[in-house]
């Protein structure tokens, strides 16, 4: 078997492992999730870095990102070719749609430094303490993009199929789909559609990545992905580098044409940070001069990296980090940015979230939601309870079980009950026994605490048509409420809940980092 | 099959609307139209109705000598029905808290209904909690089918989830509030339902038992029916009559129902109340459990007032078993 086909296997294999990971992000009747579902990230040095870097501390959870930095340091930047889960899917991408159909437009070789630009802005800010690696970094798009569009966009048109198919009520046809859509059910879908805010331009940008396959292969991982640029920057020095032997090599140009990353010029000559180690080159050279070890014959083709280049995107990395600074929410925070039990305080739970979408995946109501701009442009895309879509549930963890970089914390379950993520409210100019239309109790009895934070109080008051009446009517314990939010989840008003939950009162801004 | 009976229903359900309006007179009459069966007594008020009650440790004997007092499960599930047996699940909480049925007394159920010739058996509810979680920790999805696996029963008896798809958009004819709703398949189309709830304090409905659990077949925003809920729950009754009540009071949350938390809400009863006729469970559960008259719970009020059971407390004949 050539190599080639060992890192065709080894692609399958992790992407495959990828998927399964995706698939068991999700509450499957064990309170702790049986396995470390967010490795992939863990395992990225970038995601490791930059947390790391703006977020001023060494985070354990990301150790396994020291094998990968180190494996790359030993033997090159195998990863990309090899491991990345976006890598292997842009190659099935390019075999399957863009293998005979593509390039009108010759990509200019000299893009593939804009990947160094990007590395060298993102740590430029990172050092000042912004984080915007969540944006770049493919780990998290990948994870980000299935978790928020793609899977549930899959899941509706499976489920929205097969209710059709059951809609007919035909009896041959149901008796074949029905079965068909418990073992998806069982096995692939999701418990209950998952909805998120956001959905389509996340799913876009993933898909944009996609698309550019059009215009080359891998067009992400040669221009843009600063992944890549980092793992190629601490590889340089590996041990399996492409050489030609080249007294036999006849210079025909097959493996500069085949190679995926442009990493081959002049035949002879490799960019040795761009050689993903595919072995493609190998398996097709009609000489069989090329070899991936030893160091005889290695010829290195330099990336035109300009020194001012790197300054400069170094500078506007820098640059960029006072405008979010300044924006108000710093002054006045939105109200209804309601972050996950188990949150850093505000800044460095920002400096350490990836955005990658896990904590939104795996939360049990649904409730946990991409941000736009209510955290300030730096809080894209980072984690908001929003009680009217899904509830924190009172005996759930997952969040901090999931959570790459402890930006939200991993809580024993009895700590997780105590933490005030905010305080419900209630609107007694639309609570139905406050303004006299009718009794309802629905707040009341869905709040969690064991002692309730909501209390029902016997009053007398006035119906609408203006007869004198007792009604129970509800108040909030501040005390006891620890802003889950299921009263606002469950409040029968359609629209607005007459009881909702805000950011006050919230317990991490005095919590400590683990 | 499912063809089969889907037709069925709707015909059914056609012949409902068409003798709405004759029920309309007949009252409370109307309820043999639902296509269950209903019990004799529940029937034919004034006989006497009668509601066993069994204490003891053993939660599933209780079950066993309180179905027995009745005439045995087999007066209520003939050999080839499907039976919904509908315990409360609604609530992400252990056995201990009280706020479900207990797992053994739905196992108890399900294998009478079993032993009666059942042909299938089927366990669910609509939760307020996370499905999954209250059914993993009620204790009741793994009772249900450690108790099918252990009969060879697995796809006999089943515990499953409630899917929105399987909501019916449904009529009530002669509802007082409930014109229509959408109600679960699965016990539309059953022929037998047994109501199996625990008896919780609840802050709106004063105490929660047999009439108020039917809510779990509901779907839609439940909600919205507490402006009103005496009538719904009285509406919900007509439309899908009850075969058998079996109310568990093995523990009873007293205080910070429905959904409690705190073990200090929690007593030990050891109790069990049976009835064909789920207004005569409730009166005299809500009596012996709570110590309340049915005057002091709305809903029950209500369900007597409408002739939906017994129309009056005297005619019960309760039965220690």
């Known amino acids: 078997m050539s190599m080639r086909t060992f890192r065709r296997i080894s692609q399958w294999a992790v992407f495959l492992v990828f998927v399964f990971l995706f698939l068991n992000t999700e509450y499957k009747d064990n309170d702790v999730l049986p396995y470390a579902v967010n490795v992939f990230l863990r395992l990225d040095p970038l995601v490791a870095a930059a947390a790391a870097i703006s977020g001023r501390a060494l985070i354990s959870l990301v150790w396994p990102a020291l094998v990968v930095a180190g494996l790359t340091i030993l033997l090159g930047r195998f990863f990309c070719g090899w491991a990345c889960p976006m890598g292997s899917l842009l190659d099935a991408v390019d075999a399957t749609l863009f293998a005979r159909w593509r390039r009108k437009f010759a990509v200019p070789p000299s893009w593939r430094r804009w990947k160094y630009l990007i590395l060298v802005f993102l740590a430029g800010s990172a050092l000042f303490t912004l984080q915007w690696v969540f944006l770049f970094d493919p780990i998290s798009i990948l994870i980000r993009s299935f978790a928020v569009s793609l899977f549930p966009v899959l899941n509706r048109i499976v489920h929205d199929t097969f209710g059709a198919l059951y809609g007919t009520h035909a009896g041959p046809v149901t008796r074949l789909s029905e079965p068909a859509y418990d073992f998806l059910r069982a096995h692939f879908l999701a418990f209950e559609q998952p909805m998120f805010r956001a959905s389509a331009p996340v799913g876009l940008l993933f898909l944009a990545i996609l698309a550019a396959e059009y215009y080359q292969k891998r067009f992400w991982c040669r221009n843009l992905c600063p992944l890549g640029a980092f793992l190629a920057l601490l590889g340089r020095f590996g041990l399996f580098r492409r050489r030609v032997m080249e007294d036999g090599c006849t210079r025909c140009d097959l493996c500069e044409k085949s190679c995926r990353m442009g990493a081959i010029r002049d035949d002879v000559e490799t960019f040795h940070g761009e050689c993903v180690g595919c072995m493609d080159c190998q398996a097709i050279c009609p000489e069989e001069v090329i070899r991936f070890s030893g160091k005889e014959g290695r010829r290195e083709a330099a990336v035109d990296l300009s020194r001012r280049g790197v300054l400069a995107s170094a500078a506007l990395g820098v640059a960029t980090v006072p405008f979010f600074r300044v924006e108000a929410h710093r002054k006045a925070a939105d109200p209804g940015v309601i972050r996950p039990p188990g949150a850093l305080a505000e800044d460095e739970f920002l400096s350490r979230c990836t955005r990658c979408g896990e904590c939104m995946r795996v939360c049990i109501a649904n409730g946990l939601q991409p941000t736009w701009f209510e955290a300030g442009l730096e809080g894209m895309w980072s984690p908001v309870l929003v009680p009217r879509i899904g509830y924190c549930e009172y005996n759930c963890t997952l969040c901090g079980q999931v959570c790459p970089t402890g930006a939200i914390r991993r809580l024993p379950l009895p700590e997780k009950k105590k933490v005030k993520i905010g305080l419900a409210e209630i609107d007694r100019s639309r609570c139905l026994p406050w303004k006299g239309q009718s009794d309802c109790i629905v707040c009341e009895e869905h709040c969690p605490t064991a002692n309730k934070a909501i209390l029902m109080k016997e009053e007398k008051g006035m119906t609408i048509a203006g007869e004198a009446r007792v009604f129970k009517r509800p108040y909030v314990d501040e005390e006891l409420c620890i802003g889950c939010g299921i009263c606002e989840t469950k409040c029968p008003l359609t629209d607005r809940g007459a009881v909702y939950v805000t950011s006050r009162g919230e317990s991490r801004a005095v919590a400590r980092v683990s | ?321």
């Open chain 2, 1 to 321: 099959m499912t063809r089969a009976r889907c037709l069925w229903s709707r015909r059914k359900f056609l012949r409902l609307m068409g003798g709405a309006a004759g029920m309309l007179a007949a009252g409370g009459a109307g309820l043999t139209e639902g296509g269950h069966a209903v019990p004799e007594a529940a029937a034919a008020p004034g006989a006497g109705v009668k509601v066993a009650v069994a204490s003891g440790a053993a939660p599933s004997e209780n079950v066993a000598r309180a179905v027995a007092a009745l005439g045995g499960i087999k007066a209520f599930v003939s050999r080839g029905d499907v039976v919904v047996l509908k315990p409360n699940i609604g609530w992400d909480r252990t056995p201990e808290q009280a706020a479900n049925t207990n797992p053994e007394v739905v196992v108890a159920l399900a294998e009478m209904c079993l032993s009666a010739g059942a042909k299938e058996v089927r366990v669910f509810d609509r939760t307020c909690n996370d499905p999954r979680r209250c059914y993993v920790n009620s204790g009741i999805q793994a009772a249900v089918e450690a108790f099918a696996k252990k009969r060879g029963a697995s796809g006999v008896v089943r515990v499953y989830h409630v899917e929105d798809r399987k909501f019916r958009r449904t009529a009530i004819p002669g509802a007082f509030a409930l014109k229509e709703w959408d109600l679960y398949r699965d016990a539309l189309e059953a022929d037998k339902i047994v109501n199996v709830p625990v008896a919780k304090h609840h802050t709106l409905a004063t105490a929660t038992l047999g009439l108020k659990n039917m809510m779990g077949i509901m779907g839609g925003n439940r909600g919205q029916i507490h402006y009103n809920l005496s009538d719904c729950l009285v509406d919900i009754h007509r439309r899908l009559p009850t075969s058998l009540t079996v109310i568990d009071a093995t523990r009873v949350l007293l205080r910070n129902g429905p959904s409690g938390g705190n073990l200090a809400d929690v007593r030990a009863l050891g109790k069990v109340f049976a009835s064909p006729d789920v207004v005569a469970a409730d009166v005299v559960a809500a009596e012996r459990v709570f110590g309340w008259k049915p005057s002091d719970v709305a809903h029950i009020r209500k369900a007597l007032d409408a002739k939906l059971g017994v129309s009056s407390p005297a005619q019960i004949r309760v039965v220690e078993a």
